[in-house]
Structure formats: C-alpha cells, structure tokens
C-alpha cells in the first residue's frame, strides 16, 4: 500500500532530480505552443529546485492574483552574498554610505511587459536554459543575470487563452484566419488596460509599482526590455533613434553602439534582417528603456517582427513564413549577446555607473522649488512617489528667493517657507530628477516616438520654480494629520472642504454607505473657517433615522485623513446658510456607466475603469458597445464615453444616448467621443480645421495648398508634422466658479495629446486655452499652434433637461497627470 501511494504520488507530482530543458519539462517544443503563466512558474521553480546556480525572488502578484518573479542566474559563490553585492551596488551609485567590496555587474532582462508580445516568455525560458545547462563559467563568476519571465501576466494570459481558443489545428499560418485578430481589447495591457511599458516612473499600476521596489534596490548596469512589432518588420536592436534625451551620456550612446555591433555579428551569420536607429527613441522618460537609463543603465528595447497577430506561424508580406520558433530564436541571440558583451566589458560598465552617478549634470537649474500653498494631502502624495522613486528632497531654511517661474515662464521673487518641499540636484538620482522636473525639455529631433512633455511640477498643478544656485536641504518632517473626535452628540451638521482626492475619496466613501451629502455652490465662512465651493456638507435632518451617519463621516474622514468641522447651527458667519436649498444642492448618489468595448479606446476606457474603481473606489457598472442598444440607459445617472472611433455605432445608437441626456441624463466624453457626437449632429461644439487657423483666412490657406503641392516625397513625414502634436503642456483659463472646476484655482495646465481643437460653446466654457498663451513644453505642430488659442478644453452644455460633459483633453492620461484627477471626479458627483 505504502508503495501504492508513493507511485501515485510521484505520477501526479513528477520530481526532476536534474536540469529539464523547457522542452523535457513542459511535454513539447518550445514554440509548438505558448506556454500558460503557471507553467512558467512551474518551470522556473523547478529550475531553483535543482540548480545552485539560480536564485528565484517573488516581489507581488497582478491585479488578477497571478505571480510575479525573478529569477537571479550567478555562481554558487555570487548567489551566497547575493544582498552583499547587491547593497554593493547602490554604494557605487552613492544611494547607500560606503566602498563597494565586490566588483559584479547586474544584467537585467525583462520579457513580456506587452501581453501579446508573447514570444519574450517563450524566449526567457530557452535562455536561463542555455544559462544553467551550458554555463559559461566566466559569465556566471562575473555577472548576476537577472531574469524577469513576464512582467504582465494578466495581458499575456488574456493573449494565450484567445489563441487556444481560436487557432485551428492546426495553426493556420494564413493572416484571415481569426487566430490572427485578437478581440477588443487585445492582451497587450495589464487588468486595468494599461500600458505598463509607459508606466515605469508613474507607477499607477501594482506591477509597475513592485517591479520599481525591486529594481530600485538593484539598479542594474544594463537593462533590455523584449518587445514585438509588425510582423513584417525586420528585428531591431540598439543603438537607439534620435531624440536621446540630452542628459544621456556619451558613454550610454557609445556603449549601445557596441552591443549592436555585436548583435549584428550573429545576425550577419544566420542571414537574419534588422534595423538600428529608427522609430525607438530615448527621450519619454517612463519607458522600460529610458527609465533605466536614466538611472545610470545602459537601457535598450529589442524588438522582434510578430507581435499578437503572428500566432505559432503566419505568412508574411515577402510570402514566408514567420514561425514562433522563429521569433524565439531571435530573442535568444540578442539576449545572449547582451550578456556577453557584458561579461567583456564589466569593468567598463561598473566604472561609468559610479562615474553618472558621481557627476552631477550640467542643468540650468540646480534645485526646484514646489509650494505647499496649504495642501498637505497633494504634498504627501507628492513625496510617497519621490520615496518610491529614491529621489531625495527636503527643506530649507525660509527666506527671500528669486527663480525660474513654471506658471508665468518668467523669473521672479517669491517667499520660501519650511513648509515648501525642496529637491536639489545634488544627490545620486540628479539625472532622472532633472528629467522629471525640468519646465522644457530639449528636442534633437521632432519625430519622436511618444510624448514630448510631462514636466512634474506642472502635472501635479503646483506652484513650483526653478533655481540656478543650490539650497542647503534639511529632512522633511513626515506629514500626519488630524484624527478627528466623534462628537458624544450629533452635530446640526458636518462639513469638509473640497480642494483634492482625498476629500474626494472621502465623498466616495459616505456615497458608498448611502449617507446624504449637500454641497455649497458659493464661498461660505463657518465660525470662522472659509469654505471653498464644493465643500462637502453632512446634514443630521437630512440623516434622519442613521444613527451611524456622524460616527461613518469622522470614521472615513480619519482613513482619508480629512479634516472634518462639526457645525452646531444651521445659521452661517457669512454667506449663504446650510438650508439653502439653491445653494447647498442635495448631491444625488450617482449611478455611473462605463462603456468599452469594440470601437472604444482600451487604454483610455481602462484609466478611467482604474480611476473610479482603485483611485476613487466607487462602484461602476462596465457596458460593451457589443449590447449597448440593447441597455435601458435610464438605469444610470452618468454615462462616460472614452477616447475612440465608435465605428459600429450608429444614428440609433447616439439617438438613444440623445434621448437620454435631453430626460436629465449627464454624458462625459473624452476626445474621440466628442467628435463622433459631433459628427452625429448633437453638439453645438465647431472643429477648428487643420488647414487654417481659427480667423479662416483665405490667403493663408491658399499658401498651405500651394506648399502641399511642392513638398518633396521624402520630406511628406516631416512636413504633416505641422498637424500634429506629441503630447505639449498648455495653460488653460478655468472658471471656478463652475461646478465641474470646483477645489482649484483659475489656472490649469493641460496635457495635450492629439491635434483636436474645437471654437467655444455659447455658455458652459469651463476651461480654454487663452490667447497670447504659449505651450509650456512638447512638439506641437505649426497649424496646431496656430489655431490653438481661444480653443475649447473643458465644456459642459446643457442638453434637455441634461448635461453633457467635453473633455477634449484627457485628464486622465496615464494616470499621471495628477491634478486632472478631481477634474474628473467633478464631472462625476456634481451637477451643472
């Protein structure tokens, strides 16, 4: 019986006792079929079970709870003092005290960040393979590898599970079959439909924000992110296109150079295509490139024809057939390589790491200024993503100081108090606190691959300077707030300001629990404390019967931390008093919608999906356009239409939304949206035409045709560049005194990131780009510049008995644009 048991047990749990191949291990050839998550958990478990020469680390989990986990490849003898050389390592950065008494360089390979980039997965198994079972012994004497198999499980699984499911048997290499056309919204993103490979430095999402913890602990000498394109584009490898961002060394660039080269050796061998210097530049500073870059790494994208339309095999433009064996091997060269070109050079690269990290850059500014003005929660939001980032800030003793003002462009005086948060440029990460901080940032090169402007003080909506000289920095005291006391007798009324996320979560949070909130309309001073419109106002008539409702508001108000006011009299200071029903409007607890779905963006359908559910934590209901006519929108109070084409819907389907909005409906749309609304006749709003500017005038616009006419063929990709944008800051003129403007002030800085432009509304002109205003950083093309003063940004139109929201800007952008953030909320809770 005993041996009964063992046997079943050993059939059901097979133990390998010696190093498995991928292929001996998983039941079949890498690249006949993609491998789910699990077995590459399973696969690289077992590879640290029987192996001294790898190490495996989990660091957190996917918002759909799958593993996240690396893998650290080295010699038994590295692995052993695995935490001494890595704590080596921040000492050469100068992050930690002391001399580095160990000389091993990290190598970091990350795979799959894209989930339908699926061959990187694939690719990291044949190499830690190749690495344990063939082992160079000087690599692993000399080098830590360290491996990440899959940095975006929930978007390669969502990829994996539709090729199963669909792919014919077998696999059609013919690119009509439906194996090759991933649904709405495709594997690409994370749960929330992310792009993770622009969220290194922002860390919206959980992975991301791991990932950072762990990397930041490391900080590795080389970093290469696998990626996929087209599936008729050549393999491409560094060195990277222009803009390099103009802090990028000269050994960042040389050193790239090198490593192509070498990549290219192998290529020239096996007769494979490839290309360097186009497309990828090194500028955006979130990227899985940039990011380590500019944290003393030589950072590079590689990048292998296929991507999710290529399956297991499809046939490409010259008429062969890319295989995923194909793609494996590929990716398996270049990552290879990298590694022993590392091994050739460590002293080379340990020696230029301490010396970026030793040299401070040449900036105009030496240290950037950001005022508290009064908002401690924005401040601590502030200084949780610096901790996160290891940027190093403080403050400085108060006095009378003159700087480089983001707002105005301009240099003046201005008050320094110990309140104000201080970040010098002397300390080891001045380059990426540059990068993040400056008010402009420097173009080579005007084709650029993503955003041209993201300036941080400007995205947090504080006002901020830029210093020339260096400030003596002392630590920053921790921000605490308040705990609030339950009053032992119910108040006539509590009441709580509304100036940031924290007062809207807070909002969120009594919604959620069904307890009845009004909101001042107009500016009220309550025993001798002024609150702003918006302010939140919790009222014992209108809690009649909730004997909880009080104990509920101080209870949620201290996990926000939330300064709440009890008021004991209805009867106000000044201003309009808590009964007035026309100015202290009862806040109706919004049912809110949100469509997705073929035709809508992904990635801005899920920033806004993210931002409800896990920033504001209010519950939402997701619609597919697949139904949505067949959806009684009269169940819900808002409904959001994302960035999109909305190519399948039709007159009925904007009639049905039209119907509802004119019945007391309010529909929020963002950037795509609006124009189809447009298109569909239900808006008085009027584009701005790309051909002229907003005065029409003839002349010029016979000029443009002229030109059109003569632009030579190679030059037609940089001459539509004057329609375009890539991503440029704007400041808008904001009328706080609308509801959908509540908690700021009247100024706002915009991220623009497409080349939309309509004229005003007749009324309900939230938000516009004054005249005479400049951008405040980025690419913008020159009819774009042209046409954009006096153009719309946010509006709200009266439709009916409803409203509808324009938000031609998308406050939302990758969730890092913090100061949209209430923006949104506004549209959400509170009614023109």
């Not at 050389?85 to 894209?114: C, E, F, M």
């Not at 063939?134 to 080098?143: A, V």
């Not at 194909?326 to 080379?348: C, L, P, Q, Y």
């Not at 949070?509 to 106002?537: C, W």
């Amino acid at each position: 019986m005993r041996l009964l048991i063992l046997v079943l047990i050993l059939v059901q749990f097979p133990v390998y006792a010696q190093l498995s191949s991928p292929d001996d291990f998983l039941g079949y050839t890498l690249g006949d079929r993609f491998t789910p998550h699990h077995r590459v958990i399973d696969y690289y478990e077992n590879l640290g079970r029987v192996s001294s020469n790898v190490t495996l680390q989990y660091y957190g989990e996917t918002y759909e709870n799958r593993p996240l986990m690396l893998a650290f490849i080295s010699s038994e003898e590295n692995l052993g003092k695995l935490d001494e050389i890595r704590a080596d390592n921040l000492k050469r950065s100068g992050l930690q005290n002391g001399k580095p008494s160990t000389d091993i360089p990290i190598i970091w390979l990350s795979y799959n960040v894209h989930g339908n980039e699926s061959v990187s997965t694939e690719a990291s198994m044949a190499t830690i393979y190749e690495l344990l079972a063939n082992p160079n012994q000087d690599w692993l004497k000399n080098l830590i590898i360290v491996i990440d198999p899959c940095l975006n499980p929930d978007g390669r699984e969502r990829y994996v599970n539709f090729y199963n499911q669909y792919k014919n048997q077998p696999n059609q290499t013919n690119i009509d079959s439906w194996e090759h056309h991933e649904p709405w919204p495709g594997g690409r993103a994370n749960h929330y439909l992310f792009d993770l490979n622009r969220d290194w430095a922002w860390m919206s999402q959980k992975e991301s924000e791991q990932r950072l913890k762990v990397y930041n602990q490391w900080l590795p000498q080389i970093h290469v992110d696998f990626h996929e394109q087209g599936i008729n584009s050549p393999y491409y490898f560094a060195p990277a296109a222009e803009p390099y961002h103009e802090l990028i060394t000269d050994w960042q660039r040389s050193f790239q150079v090198d490593i192509g080269k070498n990549h290219a050796k192998y290529f020239d061998e096996k007769g494979w295509l490839y290309f360097t210097k186009q497309y990828f530049d090194l500028l955006y500073p979130s990227y899985g490139d940039t990011y380590p870059t500019f944290n003393g790494a030589i950072g590079m994208t590689y990048e292998q024809g296929g991507s999710g339309r290529a399956g297991l095999g499809v046939i490409t433009e010259t008429g062969q057939t890319l295989t995923l064996k194909d793609r494996i091997d590929h990716h398996f060269t270049t990552g290879i390589s990298t590694i022993e070109v590392a091994a050739n050079n460590r002293k080379n690269l340990l020696a230029e790491f301490a010396e970026f990290f030793t040299q401070r850059p040449t900036t105009l500014y030496k240290t950037y200024v950001l005022k508290h003005n009064g908002d401690n929660h924005k401040m601590k939001d502030l200084m949780k993503w610096l901790d996160d980032l290891d940027i190093k800030y403080g403050k400085a003793a108060a006095s009378k100081l003159s700087g480089y003002h983001f707002g105005s462009q301009q240099t003046q005086s201005f008050d320094l108090t110990e309140k104000d948060l201080v970040i010098s440029l002397d300390q080891p990460k001045a380059v990426l606190t540059n990068v993040l901080f400056e008010p402009h940032t420097k173009l080579s090169d005007s084709l650029t691959y993503d955003i041209t402007a993201w300036s941080v003080p400007l995205a947090y909506g504080l006002e901020s300077y830029g210093l020339r000289s260096a400030l003596n920095v002392k630590k920053f005291e921790a921000i605490t707030f308040i705990q609030n006391v339950a009053s032992d007798n119910t108040p006539y009324a509590q009441i709580f300001e509304w100036k940031n996320m924290a007062h809207a979560s807070l909002l969120a949070d009594l919604l959620v629990e069904d307890i009845k909130v009004r909101y001042y309309k107009s500016p009220v001073k309550i025993n001798g404390q002024a609150f702003g419109r918006g302010s939140i106002v919790i009222t014992r008539a209108d809690n009649h019967g909730n004997t909880k409702a009080s104990d509920l508001v101080t209870e949620y108000a201290n996990k926000r931390g939330v300064k709440i006011h009890a008021v004991q009299s209805g009867f106000v200071q000044s201003g309009v008093d808590i009964g007035s029903n026309e100015h202290v409007s009862f806040l109706e607890k919004p049912k809110v919608a949100l469509l997705g779905g073929l035709g809508t963006s992904s990635l801005n359908y899920g920033a806004i999906w993210h931002f409800l559910e896990q920033t504001l934590q209010y519950p939402i209901v997701n619609l597919s356009a697949q139904y949505f006519s067949q959806i009684d929108l009269n169940d819900y109070d808002v409904l959001i239409l994302p960035d999109g084409r909305y190519s399948n819907f039709d007159s009925d389907d904007w009639d049905q939304i039209d119907n509802w909005v004119k019945s007391g409906g309010k529909l929020i749309l963002l950037q795509g949206a609006i124009e189809r609304w447009v298109a569909a006749n239900k808006s008085s709003l009027k584009k701005f035409n790309d051909d002229y500017d907003s005065t029409n005038q003839q002349e010029k616009l016979d000029d443009q045709r002229d030109n059109d006419r003569i632009i030579p063929y190679a030059s037609t990709e940089r001459y539509d560049l004057r329609n375009m944008t890539a991503g440029s800051i704007f400041k808008v003129k904001l009328d706080d005194t609308h509801p959908l403007a509540y908690g700021y002030n009247d100024e706002y800085f915009s991220l623009k990131t497409d080349n939309l432009r309509y004229d005003l509304l007749k009324s309900g002109n939230v938000g516009y780009i004054a005249n005479d205003q400049s951008d405040r950083g980025g690419f913008i093309g020159q009819n774009v510049i042209e046409s954009i003063d006096g153009s719309l940004v946010f509006g709200v139109e009266n439709r009916g008995g409803g409203d509808v929201v324009y938000f031609i800007d998308n406050p939302l952008f990758r969730s890092f644009w913090y100061d949209g953030k209430l923006l949104f909320a506004n549209a959400v809770f509170f009614n023109p």
